[in-house]
């Protein structure tokens, strides 16, 4: 948190500090913009009273002259005189009013009389006044021959009756009258400047810079102007080495004249920088305080961190012991179930050795009892297997439609005998549950499973009640989804189990027996069963009052099965001279399922391996069935062998069979049946029935 402070610290005025410093920039590029846009509008105004009175004065003295010649002029010098006096004279902002011939000679002038001998016949505002005659012309700074005062001139072409050009009125204008209202509205502030411009580029008058020669002249790429809009704005240098101005432009009136207000870039930066530079401090030296702060409190950190590290050390080796007590309690619990399996398996095994030397013994005549010994010795051994691999979620089950009614009722007597004589067992079910899709040994396994639980949990005796019952979900039971379903309520009235055992009550391997009392499989094995068959399981208990499992098994839509007599007349009616290539790698098995499958009448071809099979079909060989087992050498396992047949040969019948379903939803997607293992003679005739097409869908699990 220290350190997310200090870079916040640091970052938010940072970024504070950036965003003010670059609005106040543009706020002040624009406080400058709006300045040098109201000077242009002030000068352009003050500049067109000037120029119309200019030409006012002009048309007056052209209307006093009439076509008069020169000689006429001359001759009554006086006169006009004391008229160009008494026109222009009062003005502050004329220096004179001249009348020149059509050779250039004064004529007459408003400054002195008589006027001296002087010709202007080479000067550019006479020579371009005669050539642009009738349009007012405005030279360039220029100091007047009378009098030597700073002027520019304005010159108006004289003509006669029939257009000939018969001299020039000009009117000098003081620069000195425009530069004193410049420097007014500049009011002492150097970096603004002012001037007066020709449509050209030449100066006429300006503020500033200071040092700009007279004949120098803008070019159109300093000078946006030339010959361009009337109004606007741009960065312009004024003359060679002056610094870089932003500057608005106006055309005065109908005028071949510009009027330009400039202010200088460098200088609001200048200005921009001098505030910004205290906007900083004042910001800077907080941060820096807080930031000194956060370090130190950090620093004082260090050494509660060092002292923290080696408290969190011995909670590790704490928290490491009980993982390692942990880890010996499931090592335990293992243990139990390893000894428990290796115990019922020497009982089974023991059952079939004692059974099978009797049998030798008899010289394989009269083995009945013995073989029905045995028979139920592998029943027991494959239902400890199911189990395992149920819990394990390893095996495929072997799913079919039942009435839960009836196999309650054929468990009954095994759940009474696994609660004892103690535990009185009530079974309630009535008559109109729905039918439920399951695994008929692995549902009854879970019965007698909880049944074993409550005998346990109510060791002086008790009451343990079966209620079955129908229910419809709206999906907040847990993880299952909305639906009808089957609960089967089984409740004890025993000690009871606390909130911790509940929360793992599920968990392979958990249990809160000793040692010796039990493996810690039997919670964990019922859920298997419901999630497996598409439901849930779930656990109310009270301690000292007793639990509560409830088992949830989705309803499953009545489908008339086939009879065992129908199944075996088809199987035996199919199996008449049909094919089946059996692919099995284990060799005793494989003995065994081609001894069935010839007794049901088929002809038998084995292979040991997937690859091998292939090739026969590569080879041309056909067969009416494709039996092969999951897990086998090389390549290609059963379902690659499946998958590429089905590719090349969609017709094919094909099966496959395993007593591991590690991928086992492959092969349902791909639409399947899969017998599991060990199957019986049963099983088979309901899959060598189904060669027939219409006998029923695939996809299954027998």
């Given at each position: 948190?220290?350190?997310?402070?200090?870079?916040?610290?640091?970052?938010?005025?940072?970024?504070?500090?950036?965003?003010?410093?670059?609005?106040?920039?543009?706020?002040?590029?624009?406080?400058?913009?709006?300045?040098?846009?109201?000077?242009?509008?002030?000068?352009?105004?003050?500049?067109?009273?000037?120029?119309?009175?200019?030409?006012?004065?002009?048309?007056?003295?052209?209307?006093?002259?009439?076509?008069?010649?020169?000689?006429?002029?001359?001759?009554?010098?006086?006169?006009?005189?004391?008229?160009?006096?008494?026109?222009?004279?009062?003005?502050?902002?004329?220096?004179?009013?001249?009348?020149?011939?059509?050779?250039?000679?004064?004529?007459?002038?408003?400054?002195?009389?008589?006027?001296?001998?002087?010709?202007?016949?080479?000067?550019?505002?006479?020579?371009?006044?005669?050539?642009?005659?009738?349009?007012?012309?405005?030279?360039?700074?220029?100091?007047?021959?009378?009098?030597?005062?700073?002027?520019?001139?304005?010159?108006?072409?004289?003509?006669?009756?029939?257009?000939?050009?018969?001299?020039?009125?000009?009117?000098?204008?003081?620069?000195?009258?425009?530069?004193?209202?410049?420097?007014?509205?500049?009011?002492?502030?150097?970096?603004?400047?002012?001037?007066?411009?020709?449509?050209?580029?030449?100066?006429?008058?300006?503020?500033?810079?200071?040092?700009?020669?007279?004949?120098?002249?803008?070019?159109?790429?300093?000078?946006?102007?030339?010959?361009?809009?009337?109004?606007?704005?741009?960065?312009?240098?004024?003359?060679?080495?002056?610094?870089?101005?932003?500057?608005?432009?106006?055309?005065?009136?109908?005028?071949?004249?510009?009027?330009?207000?400039?202010?200088?870039?460098?200088?609001?930066?200048?200005?921009?920088?001098?505030?910004?530079?205290?906007?900083?401090?004042?910001?800077?030296?907080?941060?820096?305080?807080?930031?000194?702060?956060?370090?130190?409190?950090?620093?004082?950190?260090?050494?509660?961190?060092?002292?923290?590290?080696?408290?969190?050390?011995?909670?590790?080796?704490?928290?490491?012991?009980?993982?390692?007590?942990?880890?010996?309690?499931?090592?335990?619990?293992?243990?139990?179930?390893?000894?428990?399996?290796?115990?019922?398996?020497?009982?089974?095994?023991?059952?079939?050795?004692?059974?099978?030397?009797?049998?030798?013994?008899?010289?394989?005549?009269?083995?009945?009892?013995?073989?029905?010994?045995?028979?139920?010795?592998?029943?027991?051994?494959?239902?400890?297997?199911?189990?395992?691999?149920?819990?394990?979620?390893?095996?495929?089950?072997?799913?079919?439609?039942?009435?839960?009614?009836?196999?309650?009722?054929?468990?009954?007597?095994?759940?009474?005998?696994?609660?004892?004589?103690?535990?009185?067992?009530?079974?309630?079910?009535?008559?109109?549950?729905?039918?439920?899709?399951?695994?008929?040994?692995?549902?009854?396994?879970?019965?007698?499973?909880?049944?074993?639980?409550?005998?346990?949990?109510?060791?002086?005796?008790?009451?343990?009640?079966?209620?079955?019952?129908?229910?419809?979900?709206?999906?907040?039971?847990?993880?299952?989804?909305?639906?009808?379903?089957?609960?089967?309520?089984?409740?004890?009235?025993?000690?009871?189990?606390?909130?911790?055992?509940?929360?793992?009550?599920?968990?392979?391997?958990?249990?809160?027996?000793?040692?010796?009392?039990?493996?810690?499989?039997?919670?964990?094995?019922?859920?298997?069963?419901?999630?497996?068959?598409?439901?849930?399981?779930?656990?109310?208990?009270?301690?000292?009052?007793?639990?509560?499992?409830?088992?949830?098994?989705?309803?499953?839509?009545?489908?008339?099965p086939e009879t065992e007599e129908q199944r075996r007349e088809q199987a035996q009616r199919t199996c008449g001279q049909r094919s089946v290539l059996l692919v099995e790698?284990?060799?005793?098995?494989?003995?065994?399922?081609?001894?069935?499958?010839?007794?049901?009448?088929?002809?038998?071809?084995?292979?040991?391996?997937?690859?091998?099979?292939?090739?026969?079909?590569?080879?041309?060989?056909?067969?009416?069935?494709?039996?092969?087992?999951?897990?086998?050498?090389?390549?290609?396992?059963?379902?690659?062998?499946?998958?590429?047949?089905?590719?090349?040969?969609?017709?094919?019948?094909?099966?496959?069979?395993?007593?591991?379903?590690?991928?086992?939803?492959?092969?349902?997607?791909?639409?399947?049946?899969?017998?599991?293992?060990?199957?019986?003679?049963?099983?088979?005739?309901?899959?060598?029935?189904?060669?027939?097409?219409?006998?029923?869908?695939?996809?299954?699990?027998?």
């Open positions: 948190m220290l350190r997310i402070l200090l870079c916040v610290s640091v970052a938010l005025p940072t970024l504070f500090a950036v965003a003010y410093g670059y609005l106040d920039y543009q706020r002040r590029v624009d406080e400058a913009n709006d300045i040098v846009d109201r000077l242009t509008l002030v000068v352009s105004e003050q500049a067109v009273k000037v120029f119309d009175l200019d030409e006012q004065i002009g048309m007056r003295v052209r209307e006093l002259l009439g076509t008069s010649d020169d000689l006429a002029i001359a001759a009554n010098e006086r006169a006009v005189h004391a008229r160009l006096a008494a026109i222009g004279g009062s003005l502050p902002q004329i220096a004179s009013v001249s009348v020149f011939g059509a050779d250039g000679k004064v004529l007459a002038t408003s400054m002195t009389w008589p006027v001296p001998p002087l010709s202007v016949a080479e000067r550019e505002d006479f020579r371009a006044a005669k050539a642009r005659s009738p349009n007012t012309y405005f030279s360039g700074p220029m100091r007047s021959k009378i009098g030597s005062v700073d002027v520019f001139n304005t010159a108006f072409a004289r003509l006669d009756a029939d257009g000939r050009f018969i001299g020039v009125v000009s009117i000098a204008l003081r620069r000195q009258y425009f530069a004193d209202f410049y420097r007014q509205l500049a009011d002492g502030r150097p970096y603004i400047g002012v001037g007066m411009y020709r449509s050209d580029g030449r100066p006429v008058v300006w503020l500033q810079p200071h040092n700009m020669p007279e004949r120098v002249s803008l070019n159109h790429a300093s000078a946006p102007f030339i010959d361009g809009p009337v109004v606007g704005r741009a960065f312009m240098r004024f003359a060679p080495g002056d610094i870089e101005r932003v500057a608005s432009f106006r055309k005065v009136g109908d005028y071949p004249v510009y009027v330009t207000s400039s202010y200088a870039t460098r200088e609001i930066f200048a200005q921009w920088w001098t505030h910004y530079v205290v906007i900083l401090a004042a910001i800077g030296l907080p941060c820096l305080a807080v930031c000194a702060l956060v370090v130190f409190s950090m620093r004082q950190l260090a050494a509660e961190q060092t002292t923290w590290e080696r408290w969190h050390g011995e909670v590790a080796m704490r928290i490491s012991a009980e993982a390692s007590s942990h880890r010996l309690r499931r090592v335990s619990a293992l243990t139990n179930l390893i000894g428990d399996i290796a115990h019922n398996v020497n009982n089974l095994l023991m059952v079939v050795a004692s059974n099978m030397q009797v049998a030798r013994h008899k010289q394989f005549a009269g083995l009945e009892r013995e073989v029905a010994q045995v028979e139920s010795a592998i029943a027991t051994a494959e239902g400890l297997m199911r189990r395992l691999l149920s819990v394990a979620r390893k095996r495929p089950l072997r799913l079919a439609v039942h009435d839960v009614r009836q196999l309650l009722s054929q468990a009954e007597e095994s759940i009474k005998e696994a609660t004892g004589e103690r535990v009185d067992t009530v079974l309630e079910a009535p008559d109109d549950l729905w039918p439920v899709s399951v695994d008929k040994q692995d549902f009854a396994s879970a019965i007698l499973a909880i049944g074993q639980n409550a005998k346990e949990a109510m060791p002086s005796g008790g009451r343990f009640i079966v209620r079955c019952q129908n229910v419809r979900l709206k999906g907040n039971e847990g993880s299952v989804t909305a639906g009808d379903y089957v609960m089967v309520s089984c409740a004890d009235n025993g000690m009871g189990m606390s909130p911790q055992s509940i929360a793992r009550a599920f968990e392979p391997l958990f249990t809160t027996k000793s040692s010796a009392a039990g493996t810690g499989l039997g919670l964990a094995h019922v859920l298997a069963m419901c999630e497996q068959a598409g439901g849930t399981a779930r656990i109310d208990s009270i301690e000292s009052k007793g639990t509560n499992v409830r088992l949830y098994v989705p309803r499953y839509a009545v489908v008339a790698d284990n060799e005793g098995v494989a003995a065994g399922v081609t001894a069935l499958l010839e007794m049901l009448g088929c002809g038998v071809y084995h292979q040991l391996s997937a690859d091998e099979a292939f090739k026969l079909f590569e080879q041309g060989r056909t067969f009416d069935l494709l039996l092969s087992d999951v897990q086998m050498p090389g390549k290609l396992n059963g379902i690659d062998l499946v998958e590429l047949v089905l590719k090349a040969w969609p017709t094919q019948r094909v099966a496959l069979m395993t007593g591991y379903a590690n991928e086992f939803d492959r092969a349902r997607r791909l639409g399947i049946t899969v017998l599991s293992k060990p199957f019986n003679i049963d099983e088979l005739t309901t899959l060598i029935a189904r060669l027939n097409p219409h006998s029923g869908p695939e996809g299954t699990v027998l």
